[in-house]
T-cell receptor
Framework: AQKVTQAQTEISVVEKEDVTLDCVYETRDTTYYLFWYKQPPSGELVFLIRRNSFDEQNEISGRYSWNFQKSTSSFNFTITASQVVDSAVYFC???????????????FGTGTRLTIIP | DGGITQSPKYLFRKEGQNVTLSCEQNLNHDAMYWYRQDPGQGLRLIYYSQIVNDFQKGDIAEGYSVSREKKESFPLTVTSAQKNPTAFYLCASNPGPGAPKNIQYFGAGTRLSVL
């Protein structure tokens, strides 16, 4: 069975500080996908990134960066120079590789509530 | 504008009543999903559908029912058998197996409360 653990329930940082959200996953599959979603107060989940299990290259997108380490089964998310608009709940998720029907089901972590203090 | 529309935004259910949550997408996606979100528990899969006229139970299907008569619509009925329906319900869609972008996109959600 797949499992995603986000041990940090809530984090508060002062604006402009850097912050890292942790994500640890468990799966028996050799091919899988990892995701990060942002849920602002409005409620809609916003897709941030998808990472293939064969691609361990770190990724940077503006102030966001992701560190994927297969050896420790972790897929951590760092926000640099945080802003108030980054305040949200962030979810890490895991899916099997797509292929047959049903393989795109996502297993979510319990989320990390991030508050940026102005 | 392409996207996923959930309605209503807020819904109240009386004891013993069935209620239906609407989910419509104009993204031409094959797959659609329903999730339930409770505080501190993340999202849990209720039902999903990969093609029209076919759907599968997720992890917490008891007390819920769905239909998929049209590609763009995937309504969720919360039946009276669901004893604890108060939650935030999210609908999602995905292009389907084999699509280059196997990413689920979400609607804005429906918050259901029991009167």
């Amino acid at each position: 069975a797949q499992k995603v653990t986000q041990a940090q329930t809530e984090i508060s940082v002062v604006e402009k500080e850097d912050v890292t959200l942790d994500c640890v996953y468990e799966t028996r599959d050799t091919t899988y996908y990892l995701f990060w979603y942002k849920q602002p107060p409005s409620g809609e989940l916003v897709f941030l990134i998808r990472r293939n299990s064969f691609d361990e290259q770190n990724e940077i997108s503006g102030r966001y960066s992701w560190n994927f380490q297969k050896s420790t089964s972790s897929f951590n998310f760092t926000i640099t120079a945080s802003q108030v608009v980054d305040s949200a709940v962030y979810f890490c998720a895991l899916s099997e590789a797509p292929g047959n029907f049903g393989n795109e089901k996502l297993t979510f972590g319990t989320g990390t509530r991030l508050t940026i203090i102005p | 504008d392409g996207g996923i529309t959930q309605s209503p935004k807020y819904l109240f259910r009386k004891e013993g009543q069935n209620v239906t949550l609407s989910c419509e997408q104009n993204l031409n996606h094959d797959a659609m999903y329903w999730y339930r979100q409770d505080p501190g528990q993340g999202l849990r899969l209720i039902y999903y559908s990969q093609i029209v006229n076919d759907f599968q139970k997720g992890d917490i299907a008891e007390g819920y029912s769905v239909s998929r008569e049209k590609k763009e619509s995937f309504p969720l009925t919360v039946t009276s058998a669901q004893k604890n329906p108060t939650a935030f319900y999210l609908c999602a869609s995905n292009p389907g197996p084999g699509a280059p972008k196997n990413i689920q996109y979400f609607g804005a959600g429906t918050r259901l409360s029991v009167l």
